[in-house]
């Protein structure tokens, strides 16, 4: 079903900003695009709302880490530069 919905969301999107910018005939056909359309749009708001409510935790993450790794090289130098007085 995704593939489909992709499909055709690309066939429309095609068909809105190309050059063939006919509305379909058949009445059936128009309400199923605008529902596969619907179904399409209501994915990326969630896929969205999920990316966007996770990148705090994300980047709290990253931050920790980038700070672990710059306490670990300078625990690194100290130590290479207490060897050297030795």
Not at 54 to 72: A, G, N, V
């Amino acid at each position: 079903m995704a593939s489909r919905l992709f499909q055709l969301a690309r066939k429309e999107f095609a068909r809105c900003f190309g050059k063939d910018a006919r509305q379909p005939k058949d009445p059936k056909k128009q309400e199923e695009i605008e529902g596969m359309l619907l179904i399409l749009g209501l994915f990326a708001v969630f896929f969205a709302t999920v990316w966007i409510g996770d990148y705090p935790r994300r980047k709290k993450i990253k931050d920790r880490e980038e700070r672990l790794q710059k306490y670990r090289k300078e625990r690194e130098l100290r130590e290479k530069e207490d060897m050297t007085y030795r």
